[in-house]
């Protein structure tokens, strides 16, 4: 069974761009937008709740600090972000060797 013309160019994409993608900041950078619209739902829920339940609105300002709140947000936007792009690298990477071991198994 031969290397499809599909294969083949993922193949040299994937030579080409696997040092850059697997790069930290390269990570970071393109998977903020996911990890955003993660974190998004959670500071609208926050900052909702005072209209849909006071006695949560009261508590929460008494005891919890937005600063608190903000960095925690950050936290989560970072972490799904560098997970999400951790995660697309494993994919294409394991696809790439099993692309690479069935091409090696054809020549021989």
């Known amino acids: 069974m031969?290397?499809?013309?599909?294969?083949?160019?993922?193949?040299?994409?994937?030579?080409?761009?696997?040092?850059?993608?697997?790069?930290?900041t390269n990570q970071l950078m393109f998977g903020l937008p996911i990890g955003i619209l993660f974190s998004i739902p959670i500071l609208i829920n926050f900052f909702m709740g005072k209209f849909w339940y006071k006695r949560a609105d009261a508590v929460g300002v008494s005891q919890f600090s937005p600063t608190v709140l903000v960095i925690a947000v950050l936290l989560i936007t970072v972490f799904v972000a560098l997970l999400n792009r951790r995660f697309r690298w494993e994919r294409l990477e394991q696809q790439y060797l099993e692309l690479k071991a069935k091409e090696k198994t054809i020549e021989q």
């Open 2 to 24: 031969a290397i499809s013309e599909e294969e083949r160019k993922f193949l040299v994409y994937w030579e080409q761009q696997r040092l850059k993608d697997k790069r930290l």
